[in-house]
């Protein structure tokens, strides 16, 4: 049996460090410092430049995604996203109570409050059967045809599922639903960029996906989002409220309706140029260092989280389920305490005081996860050929 000391040595030797080793830190050489030089010499660092559109449509290419645009982060995209898709005041998102406390905050800034199913724990993401016994269980439609949280008769403005560490959720199954009961799509890709379901990229299944490119994620553009969207007058109405809604003109300013600032500047989009130029490498490296988690935890007390059969997740943090809640104290506490970072899942959000009360499905895998799931140090590994 492999036990914690084997794997904290194991990750060492990934690593091939005896000093702190990060759960996930960035990776920056010349292409980056060449890209951010050329944008300060352009003096156009900040809301306008040329950086700005080259990601958008490479990022656009690399998802296919009729549109992309980019955001000063992933929690405005997911905001803009939902505003998009008609959700304000009084509504009801659906989303998984395990994900990242952004995906609620988005939802909340809205107006609207966010309501909890279950994950299934093979993907760790939205279980279809958890939100379509939801749907069946707790809504209904009303007389305006619009389906509607029957308790409260809150209209359903949005489903939001989370693709967790990268990992897809059961894309076919949520969008039958989705679609069966009439409501927008969003998929909250923070996390998946490079993840594919059924060769087809996460977050381009809905009506919006939103990406993060957070200094934690798998590319970073220091601070930055992404709505991508697939209908091109979504993608025209997107640009359009997360600058301010100005109507385009030599040198008057009209504003034809109440809009956002979520705009990524030109500087944080160079350094995302850059880091796109990465990806592939990036991707072939995380799976081999998945891989290698994978076969070496086989024998062990800890279940690798292996990604879905019908995907090809971008493996951004490794996971493994402890045995039971002691051991998962035991490794985060042993890592830890050596310098290996280590981390729990999120405090699940029905746990949040300000999401305690939200309505909710049964949430029994989310609990058990909880109290079991241990994220693995995942940076992009020296030395590791594909
Ligand atoms: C990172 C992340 C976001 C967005 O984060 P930002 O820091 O605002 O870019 C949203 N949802 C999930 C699940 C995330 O992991």
Request: net charge neutral; charged share 15%.
């Amino acid at each position: 049996m492999t036990g914690t000391k084997a794997l904290l040595s194991f990750i060492r030797d990934i690593y091939q460090s005896t000093g702190p080793i990060p759960l996930h830190a960035p990776l920056f050489n010349d292409a980056e410092k060449t890209s951010l030089l050329a944008c300060l010499d352009s003096t156009f660092v900040s809301s306008a430049g040329p950086f700005v559109d080259q990601f958008e449509q490479q990022m656009a290419a690399f998802c296919q995604s009729s549109r992309a645009v980019a955001t000063v982060n992933g929690t405005a995209a997911l905001q803009a996203a939902l505003h998009l898709a008609g959700v304000g005041q009084g509504d009801i998102v659906i989303t998984q109570a395990l994900t990242f406390v952004a995906t609620c905050n988005a939802v909340h800034f809205l107006g609207a409050t966010p309501a909890f199913v279950d994950v299934s724990p093979m993907s760790l993401g939205l279980c279809p059967d958890a939100l379509q016994q939801f749907l069946t269980e707790q809504c209904g439609k009303n007389a305006a045809g619009n389906t509607v949280l029957r308790s409260t008769g809150q209209k359903i403005g949005a489903v939001v599922p989370m693709h967790t560490f990268g990992h897809p959720v059961q894309l076919d199954e949520v969008v039958a639903i989705c679609s069966e009961w009439q409501l927008p799509l969003i998929e909250d890709a923070a996390e998946s960029l490079g993840s594919f379901y059924r060769g087809r990229h996460t977050g381009t299944f809905g009506r919006f996906g939103a990406l993060s490119f957070n200094g934690n994620k798998i590319i970073t553009t220091g601070g930055g989002g992404m709505v991508l969207c697939q209908q091109i007058e979504d993608g025209v109405h997107c640009k359009h409220v997360t600058t301010t809604a100005k109507v385009a003109h030599p040198y008057q300013f009209f504003h034809d309706e109440v809009a956002f600032n979520f705009r990524m500047p030109n500087l944080n989009a160079a350094l995302g140029c850059a880091q796109l130029t990465k990806l592939p490498s990036y991707l072939a490296n995380k799976r081999a260092l998945a891989g290698l988690y994978q076969n070496f935890l086989q024998d062990s007390d800890y279940q690798f989280v292996a990604e879905p059969a019908y995907a090809k997740s971008n493996y951004w943090l490794n996971a493994v389920i402890c045995a039971n809640e002691q051991q998962q104290q035991l490794l985060l506490k042993q890592s830890n305490n050596q310098g290996i970072m280590t981390r729990p899942v999120w405090e699940l959000m029905h746990h949040l005081p300000m999401y305690k009360d939200c309505p909710r499905g049964s949430l029994s895998h989310s609990e058990w996860l909880a109290k079991r799931l241990v994220n693995l140090p995942s940076s992009v590994a020296p030395g590791l050929q594909p």
